[in-house]
């Protein structure tokens, strides 16, 4: 079965750190790029980071730059997002999601839309 | 505020057609394909659309995408119950070297 599983969300204080992963089944995970997506309570979707297939492009939206930290251990089957100095702001369900799109056995690249999803793992920052 | 526009609410009757529009700018909607993505909060989002009109393996060709210019929409015809959901549009921004979405639009069936 194709599928993305987050881990390692919880409850952190402000200023914390918190290491989210994401373990991918069902393609191979060291072909596609992969990101990281977050809804707020209440809000909407908003796009955090992207990381090339092989880990040598990563792209942030501005808000997180400098504080969170997206990768891949290709070796590993696993996608991160290190998150550093966090703030209540931060407070989201993340969710990872890949270029892949996969139907009767084979995978290929969409470019630039993301087809398989994880559920969500809940970050809450708060004292 | 989202750099990708799009209205909060949008509503009809089963069976009836809804269009939800996206606008952008130069740099985004302008320079790159739109994709929509159907969201039911506290689950994964599912995408609809991909490369402006294109349906992935499983989406009913009730769902149809289209761009103009800096402008996108989606249309849903034949609406059902099972519609009813939080729909965004996406796309690469040249300039902010990014993904951004829209605000989503919150799709009631009457």
């Known amino acids: 079965e194709v599928q993305l599983v987050e881990s390692g969300g919880g409850l952190v204080q402000p200023g914390g750190s918190l290491r989210l992963s994401c373990a991918p089944s069902g393609f191979t995970f060291s072909d596609y790029w992969m990101t990281w997506v977050r809804q707020a309570p209440g809000k909407g979707l908003e796009w955090l980071a992207n990381i090339k297939d092989d880990g040598a492009e990563k792209f942030y939206v501005d808000s997180v730059k400098g504080r969170f930290t997206i990768s891949r251990d290709n070796a590993q089957n696993s996608l991160y997002l290190q998150m550093n100095s966090l703030r209540a702001e931060d407070t989201a369900l993340y969710y990872c999601?890949?270029?892949?799109?996969?139907?009767?056995?084979?995978?290929?690249?969409?470019?630039?839309?993301?087809?398989?999803w994880g559920q969500g793992a809940m970050v809450t920052v708060s004292s | 505020q989202s750099v990708l526009t799009q209205p909060p609410s949008a509503s009809g009757t089963s069976g009836q057609r809804v269009t939800i529009p996206c606008s952008g700018r130069g740099p985004s909607i302008g320079s790159n394909t739109v994709n929509w993505y159907q969201h039911l909060p506290g689950r994964a989002p599912k995408l609809l659309i991909y490369s402006n009109n294109q349906r992935p393996s499983g989406v009913p060709d009730r769902f149809s995408g289209s761009k103009s210019g800096t402008s996108a929409s989606l249309a849903i015809s034949g609406l059902q119950s099972d519609d009813e959901a939080d729909y965004y549009c996406?796309?690469?921004?040249?300039?902010?070297?990014?993904?951004?979405f829209g605000g989503g639009t919150k799709l009631t069936v009457l």
């Open positions: 996406a796309a690469w921004d040249d300039s902010l070297k990014g993904v951004v």
């Open positions: 999601a890949t270029y892949a799109t996969c139907s009767g056995g084979s995978c290929y690249s969409l470019n630039d839309a993301f087809d398989i």
